[in-house]
């Protein structure tokens, strides 16, 4: 077996590549960059995370649906999660999660469900519920949240989705709209926020997947962009400058083969409201889990 150090060694050395955990799917062992999930998971326990106690206040209504998008051209499932004491026709703020590669709208947490991430509680002793907050999920595919030939997810967010979830009452200007993201989708939430800032008025990014060159990206994931100029075009370190308004979280785990890519993403943000956590752990669920309590209350926080 490679020791830690070693494997950690080649992968940020050659391509940047990860796996990437339970939901979001095993990308990248996928490609055949990483010889698998549980060498990372074994290697000197440093992917050992405590997860945290979830506690969930009673579930608020979730709505299920389906549109036509133009920006993608094929039909895109959605789900609306309200969260406790409010329904349909509620005012709201509004929280996008962005899904993992491999992941669609019914898994774009880790270990739990739109449902009950609109509806956690942040603290158990006493009690502490969110402020409230409605969370959409939406089938945004496999191309990283950017334009690729007759699929731009990008648009389809910004363009479809959000705009319905106003008509509904969510995320209008008194309440704001958010964006969070794991992995692929946390690479999402900042390239989108980055090239819309006066619509995303804070994002919540969980090990984000950010490389720092286009021929690392497509070493790793040939379909992530479609040629150099559009890594560039998207290039969330580059254009990092344009969060200057938006509340931003970030979070790494320090065994992350992303890491060194997030260390020039965090060097490159404005100084503002911005938290940067840096934890041990790797690219897989235990982290992603042990994160998501913390972004949803930055992003309830900035929101309301």
């Given at each position: ?53 979830l506690v969930y206040g009673t579930l608020g209504p979730s709505l299920n649906g389906t549109f036509y998008s ?235």
């Amino acid at each position: 077996m490679f020791s830690r150090r070693h494997l950690l060694k080649w992968v940020l050395g050659g391509v940047g590549a990860v796996t990437v955990g339970g939901a979001a799917g095993v990308e990248l062992v996928n490609h055949g960059v990483l010889p698998g999930k549980l060498y990372l998971e074994e290697i000197d326990g440093a992917c050992s995370v405590a997860r945290p106690a979830l506690v969930y206040g009673t579930l608020g209504p979730s709505l299920n649906g389906t549109f036509y998008s133009s920006a993608r051209r094929r039909r895109v499932d959605y789900t609306i999660a309200y969260p406790p004491g409010h329904r349909p026709g509620d005012e709201l703020a509004l929280v996008a999660m962005l899904h993992g590669y491999g992941g669609n709208y019914t898994d774009a947490f880790a270990n739990m469900t739109s449902a009950q991430a609109a509806a956690l509680q942040v603290s158990v002793t006493p009690a502490s519920s969110l402020a409230p907050i409605a969370v959409v999920t939406v089938d945004g595919g496999g191309g990283y949240w950017n334009w690729h030939p007759g699929d731009d997810p990008t648009s389809m967010v910004v363009d479809e989705l959000i705009p319905m979830c106003q008509a509904r009452g969510l995320g209008r200007s008194a309440h704001g709209v958010g964006l969070m993201g794991i992995s692929m989708g946390g690479y999402g939430t900042l390239a989108i926020a980055e090239r819309y800032p006066d619509l995303i008025r804070a994002v919540a990014a969980i090990s984000p997947a950010v490389w720092t060159s286009y021929d690392q990206a497509r070493g790793a994931n040939a379909g992530a962009f479609t040629s150099a100029a559009a890594f560039a075009a998207n290039d969330v370190i580059t254009h990092a400058s344009a969060l200057s308004k938006t509340a931003v979280r970030v979070t790494s785990g320090a065994d992350d083969p992303f890491h060194p890519g997030v260390v020039q993403l965090i060097k490159a943000l404005p100084t503002g409201n911005m938290s940067v956590v840096i934890d041990p752990g790797c690219h897989t669920d235990p982290f992603f889990v042990s994160q998501e309590p913390a972004s949803l209350a930055f992003l309830a926080t900035n929101l309301s």
